[in-house]
């Protein structure tokens, strides 16, 4: 199983930028896909995920109504459009796959199965 993310980098407060993710050697529509963050000397946090197959969203508070995450099962990749984005954003964010139990699983890494190596967001003036 691979996940790999592209598409992080440094940009101004205010700015945009597209992660994606793209997955391979497993099921894709079989899972939850999910976005978590960690920044230096803080925890690993959920940012968002969705249900590849029904297309469920889920966004962490501080993100909601700046990111939005979206699926292309025909490619086996998720993208996570980040807009608006602050310097609180930055850390390095992760791509992962599980199948959390719950809509309220979706919070926790310790639900996701497998992960990507990570690509760092940086937001800086």
């Not at 249900?51 to 699926?71: N, Q």
């Not at 310097?87 to 699983?105: F, I």
């Amino acid at each position: 199983v691979q996940l790999v993310e592209s598409g992080g980098g440094s940009v101004q407060p205010g700015g945009s930028l597209r992660l994606s993710c793209e997955v391979s050697g497993l099921i894709f529509e079989d899972y939850i896909i999910g976005w978590f963050r960690q920044a230096p000397g803080k925890e690993r946090e959920a940012v968002s995920s969705i249900g590849t197959r029904d297309s469920s969203e889920f966004y962490a508070h501080p993100v909601k109504g700046r990111f939005l995450i979206s699926s292309d099962n025909a490619k086996n990749t998720v993208y996570l459009q980040m807009n608006n984005l602050k310097p609180e954003d930055t850390a390095v964010y992760y791509c992962s796959a599980g199948y959390p139990p719950d809509y309220s699983d979706y919070v926790d890494p310790e639900q996701f199965d497998y992960w990507g190596q990570g690509t760092q967001v940086t937001v800086s003036s």
